[in-house]
């Protein structure tokens, strides 16, 4: 994974710090309240540790996608065995590319962000799928500079959404109650909410602040080193 792709140049990963953060994550999915299939590393895909982007699961069943990263073409073959393991009902998109990391699933519709990494066809083979399996879905042009709408956003209670500046000047979450992340603290808008626990970045302490004070239940993760190749919290398990 220290070969990750990674939009900026600056210090890289280093394997055991990624490890020592990934094992934290862990233990902190399992003290929130849901148990853990952990896989086996996949040698030939430095990005595989992001599990949320080659698939997407819900309680009614799985949907493969198509990685837009050329090196991230095969990892959900590999996911395949797991997710059939889980879930009856496997369909996979037909045409185009999508990642995970663009999806936002909110109580009343599932959001498809348009990126690098998912194009217009494949949000829209998407969102067909996702119609079959009774959901809504909305294709939006996600906030400028992230590398997925689930990078500059979280929705961390029903009606909650952590999010970046420009997160909230795009309007895409003005129909909730947006919280912004202090000026610094960008990455930190990749949040998790599992159960009633917030996995959050350490590394925004003024956000964490306020979030506690709002009575937020936070388990806060170091992120330094899967920042450094434009990962945060969601992007490394798939839940459900
Ligand atoms: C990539 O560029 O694909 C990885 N280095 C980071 C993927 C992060 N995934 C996510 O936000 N869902």
Known sequence: MVEGLRAHDGPGPAYEHVAAEHEAYARALEQAGVSLDIL?????FPDSIFVED??????EGAILLNPGAASRVGEGEHLLPVVEKH????????HGHADGGDVMVTPDLVMI????????????SLANLLEQLGHTAQIVQPPRGALHLKTAATLIDEETILTTAEGRSSGLF???RQIVVDPGEEA????????????LSANAPRTADRLDSLGYRLALLDTTHINRIDAGLSCMSLRW
């Not at 930190?188 to 996995?199: E, G, Q, T, V």
């Open 40 to 44: 086996e590393p996949l040698e030939d």
């Open 54 to 59: 080659p698939a997407l699961v819900f309680s």
């Open 87 to 94: 879930f009856e009902t496997v369909m996979r998109i037909d």
């Open 113 to 124: 962000g348009l990126s690098a990494r998912t194009s217009e066809a494949g949000a829209r």
């Open 174 to 176: 003005s129909r909730f």
């Open 188 to 199: 930190a808008a990749n949040a998790l909410r599992i159960n009633d626990s917030l996995l």
